[in-house]
T-cell receptor
Framework: DGGITQSPKYLFRKEGQNVTLSCEQNLNHDAMYWYRQDPGQGLRLIYYSQIVNDFQKGDIAEGYSVSREKKESFPLTVTSAQKNPTAFYLC????????????FGSGTRLTVV | AQSVTQPDIHITVSEGASLELRCNYSYGATPYLFWYVQSPGQGLQLLLKYFSGDTLVQGIKGFEAEFKRSQSSFNLRKPSVHWSDAAEYFCAVGSNDYKLSFGAGTTVTVRA
């Protein structure tokens, strides 16, 4: 079955370390997105990519970086510059044709200690 | 810029009772509108969507939503809730560039 795979499901890191979250899709979707979710704040857009080798900042890009070297993959790096990285991170994708909304992965919960 | 407001942070409903979740959006053109549901620790699942046409849309799990342009609303309803409907619900508005903006969510608790 097609879908989006986020790994790992839980991630623990020490403060000051960079960490990379994986997002892979086999839906042949062109666009991919990273959201951060905090209690009571909904989903906030970090970065998005509508085509390979191109990506744009979302509303809260500071302290994060991404790459899009393959259509299927859109990894997110949480750098040491991110002041409050502990959160639930969601990856999503959509086709570039008729907009049917996003398909979401199951998320990665990052805890920085 | 587009935005979504979900006025109710938390709703408690008895099993078998009806449920209505409110959503108001702000967008200059005809919006793409969505409702998603999220169980704890999981991703979001699409319940239903509205693009155009009939303003009453049917979704999965017995949910429906009505688009009211004059009120900039897209409220979600279910006639009879089940305990499994306890979850967080997100309304979202989308634009032609395929970006979605989400509301803060409404948590639904179902009591026996």
């Amino acid at each position: 079955d097609g879908g989006i795979t986020q790994s790992p499901k839980y991630l623990f890191r020490k403060e000051g370390q960079n960490v990379t979250l994986s997002c892979e899709q086999n839906l042949n979707h062109d666009a991919m997105y990273w959201y951060r979710q905090d209690p009571g704040q909904g989903l906030r857009l970090i970065y998005y990519s509508q085509i390979v080798n191109d990506f744009q900042k979302g509303d809260i890009a500071e302290g994060y970086s991404v790459s899009r070297e393959k259509k299927e993959s859109f990894p997110l790096t949480v750098t040491s510059a991110q002041k409050n990285p502990t959160a639930f991170y969601l990856c999503a994708s959509t086709t570039s044709g008729t907009f049917y909304g996003y398909t979401f992965g199951s998320g990665t919960r990052l805890t920085v200690v | 810029a587009q935005s979504v407001t979900q006025p109710d942070i938390h709703i408690t409903v008895s099993e078998g009772a009806s449920l209505e979740l409110r959503c108001n959006y702000s967008y200059g053109a005809t919006p793409y509108l969505f409702w998603y549901v999220q169980s704890p620790g999981q991703g979001l699942q699409l319940l239903l969507k509205y693009f155009s046409g009939d303003t009453l849309v049917q979704g999965i799990k017995g949910f429906e939503a009505e688009f009211k342009r004059s009120q900039s609303s897209f409220n979600l309803r279910k006639p009879s809730v089940h305990w499994s409907d306890a979850a967080e619900y997100f309304c979202a508005v989308g634009s032609n560039d395929y970006k979605l903006s989400f509301g803060a969510g409404t948590t639904v608790t179902v009591r026996a």
